[in-house]
T-cell receptor, first 115, second 113 residues
Framework: AQTVTQSQPEMSVQEAETVTLSCTYD???????LFWYKQPPSRQMILVIR??????QNATENRFSVNFQKAAKSFSLKISDSQLGDAAMYFC????????????FGTGTRLTIIP | DVKVTQSSRYLVKRTGEKVFLECVQD?????MFWYRQDPGLGLRLIYF???????EKGDIPEGYSVSREKKERFSLILESASTNQTSMYLC????????????FGPGTRLTVT
């Protein structure tokens, strides 16, 4: 069984600044994957970034990067140069390599961008 | 463009009614999923299917059933809707590996009165 915890229900950041969203997880699997999904207001959920647990190097996608601390079971998302379009619910999720890509989601963090 | 569509964006039903939520994907994906999204609870998996006519229970299957007669279509059925099933329902599909991205539909906001 897997659990994912997001302890920040809401965050806000000034436009152009950097913000970090926290996520911790627990899994008994040795091989697993971690994801951040974004759900903009009234729009479909989309993938932001993913990390394979066996890779030590932190994943990066343009302004989005992760800080993956495997021993601490921590997977935070850093958004640099925040833009108004980054305003959304962000969900951290975990899947097992052997679970038919079933995702376990956290409770989400609502990110507000202050102009 | 990949696409997952859901039959309704908003739905209002009465307690005791049978409710069908339909989901269609055009990506030839093996896996399809139904989630329920509630504030403060995130997304919870109701059922998923990894092949036609195959299904597995997720974390909260009680009160729901599913049907997958064709690869592209996955239906969620509420046999007798109750007020505690008022929620946002999200459908997703994926190619089948743990690393793979899931593609989500726009969601159906169901209100049971």
């Amino acid at each position: 069984a897997q659990t994912v915890t997001q302890s920040q229900p809401e965050m806000s950041v000034q436009e152009a600044e950097t913000v970090t969203l926290s996520c911790t997880y627990d899994t008994s699997e040795s091989d697993y994957y971690l994801f951040w999904y974004k759900q903009p207001p009234s729009r479909q959920m989309i993938l932001v970034i993913r990390q394979e647990a066996y890779k030590q190097q932190n994943a990066t996608e343009n302004r989005f990067s992760v800080n993956f601390q495997k021993a601490a079971k921590s997977f935070s998302l850093k958004i640099s140069d925040s833009q108004l379009g980054d305003a959304a619910m962000y969900f951290c999720a975990c899947s097992s390599n052997f679970g038919n890509e079933k995702l376990t989601f956290g409770t989400g963090t609502r990110l507000t961008i202050i102009p | 463009d990949v696409k997952v569509t859901q039959s309704s964006r908003y739905l209002v039903k009465r307690t005791g009614e049978k409710v069908f939520l339909e989901c269609v994907q055009d990506m030839d994906h093996e896996n399809m999923f139904w989630y329920r999204q509630d504030p403060g609870l995130g997304l919870r998996l109701i059922y998923f299917s990894y092949d036609v006519k195959m299904k597995e229970k997720g974390d909260i299957p009680e009160g729901y059933s599913v049907s997958r007669e064709k690869k592209e279509r996955f239906s969620l059925i509420l046999e007798s809707a109750s007020t505690n099933q008022t929620s946002m329902y999200l459908c997703a599909s994926g190619p089948g590996q743990g690393i793979d991205e899931q593609y989500f539909g726009p969601g159906t906001r169901l209100t049971v009165t």
